[in-house]
């Protein structure tokens, strides 16, 4: 059974930094796609972030280049999602899903492509 457990919410200030955990169980990391999505509130689910087979495969969406990072740990089974420079456009809950890659360096885009999900963790960013 696959289980993903977010961890590392909670109230940041604007311009801090959180770093999120993703901790998977069930299946082997690099052999498929985790993904990190923020839903808002009264907004959509949006993909932020993926990584695929290959070590060199993780994708930011260009909205959070440059501040938002993924990356992953295979030893410990854990996917990271590193978020610098934090806004209160980022308040929401984070949650971390899985999907069958589209190639060994590409994932998904398509929310209805994740099938297993975590519960979430929430985000506040306010001063």
């Known amino acids: 059974q696959v289980q993903l457990v977010e961890s590392g919410g909670g109230l940041a200030q604007p311009g801090g930094s959180l770093r999120l955990s993703c901790t998977v169980t069930?299946?082997?990391?690099?052999?498929?796609?985790i993904a990190w999505f923020r839903e808002a509130p009264e907004k959509d689910r949006e993909v932020l972030s993926s990584?695929?087979?290959?070590?060199?495969?993780?994708y930011v969406e260009e909205f959070v280049k440059g501040r938002f990072t993924i990356s992953r740990d295979i030893a410990a089974n854990t996917v990271y999602l590193q978020m610098n420079n934090l806004t209160p456009e980022g308040t929401g809950v984070y949650y971390c899903?899985?999907?069958?890659?589209?190639?060994?360096?590409?994932?998904?885009?398509?929310?209805?492509?994740?099938?297993?999900w975590g519960r979430g963790t929430q985000v506040n960013v306010s001063s």
């Open positions: 990584i695929s087979r290959r070590d060199d495969s993780a």
């Open positions: 069930g299946l082997t990391l690099n052999e498929y796609c």
């Open positions: 899903a899985t999907a069958f890659p589209l190639a060994d360096w590409l994932c998904p885009r398509v929310i209805a492509a994740y099938s297993n």
